[in-house]
């Protein structure tokens, strides 16, 4: 089973800063990678497919790239409502990375 | 608009059964596939398993494979997860989601409100 492995764990940031989440994939999965945010008592929400392709409604300072096994969520300028929990998938099979906690610095 | 609507919270005792639904609207559902997803208190997300409403194939992640049955009735365009024997360690927030891409595996494009199963004795 392909293992997808998030780092850092913890990622501290200043509001108005940019913010890079890595996510790798322990084989090949293509750009078949999503990546999805959740906040606290909230069902987690789609933001990139396709390893760069914004889903519907989602903010142009949101951006994925990658493919293979390499990928990086990137969040240009961090908003208040951005401090969340950050996970990848590989969507070939279903598993999620263990996630990246955004939190305010 | 499409919807995922899950059954409600459950609180249950250890070694008795349980079957949560996931019951989708707004869209023909049965070219889609369902999965379910495990998150414990605190912790990450956890692909337990996922099953096309069209013909019932059903996947699972070998961590689950054995612990729980995934079961569907596309005449209602309804997911099941079910349990013939809680354990505590089942006590988690259990979500069901769509993959987006018609009859392929396919991101999450929409999710459940989740349902609350405890399992305490």
């Known amino acids: 089973e392909i293992v997808m492995t998030q780092s850092p764990v913890t990622l501290s940031v200043s509001p108005g800063e940019r913010a890079t989440l890595s996510c790798r994939a322990s084989?090949?999965?293509?750009?078949?990678l999503a990546w999805y945010q959740q906040k606290p008592g909230q069902a987690p929400r789609l933001l990139i497919y396709g390893a760069s392709t914004r889903a519907t409604g989602i903010p142009a300072r949101f951006s994925g790239s990658g493919s293979g096994t390499e990928f990086t969520l990137t969040i240009s300028s961090l908003q208040s409502e951005d401090f969340a929990v950050y996970y990848c998938?590989?969507?070939?099979?279903?598993?999620f990375g263990g996630g990246t906690k955004v939190e305010i610095k | 608009e499409v919807q995922l609507v899950q059954s409600g919270a459950e609180v249950k005792k250890p070694g008795e059964s349980l079957k949560i639904s996931c019951k989708g609207s707004?869209?023909?559902?049965?070219?889609?596939?369902i999965g379910w997803v495990r998150q414990m208190a605190g912790k990450g997300l956890e692909w337990m398993g996922i099953?096309?409403?069209?013909?019932?194939?059903?996947r699972y992640s070998p961590s689950f494979q054995g612990q729980v049955t995934i079961s569907a009735d596309k005449s209602i365009s309804t997911a099941y997860l079910q349990w013939s024997s809680l354990k505590a360690s089942d006590t988690a927030m259990y979500y069901c989601?769509?993959?987006?891409?018609?009859?392929?595996?396919?991101?999450?494009?929409?999710w459940g409100q989740g349902t609350l199963v405890t399992v305490s004795s």
């Open positions: 084989q090949s999965v293509s750009s078949n």
């Open positions: 099953i096309y409403l069209g013909d019932s194939d059903t």
């Open positions: 707004g869209h023909n559902f049965t070219s889609y596939w």
């Open positions: 998938q590989q969507y070939n099979n279903w598993p």
């Open positions: 989601a769509r993959s987006g891409y018609s009859y392929g595996l396919g991101p999450a494009d929409y």
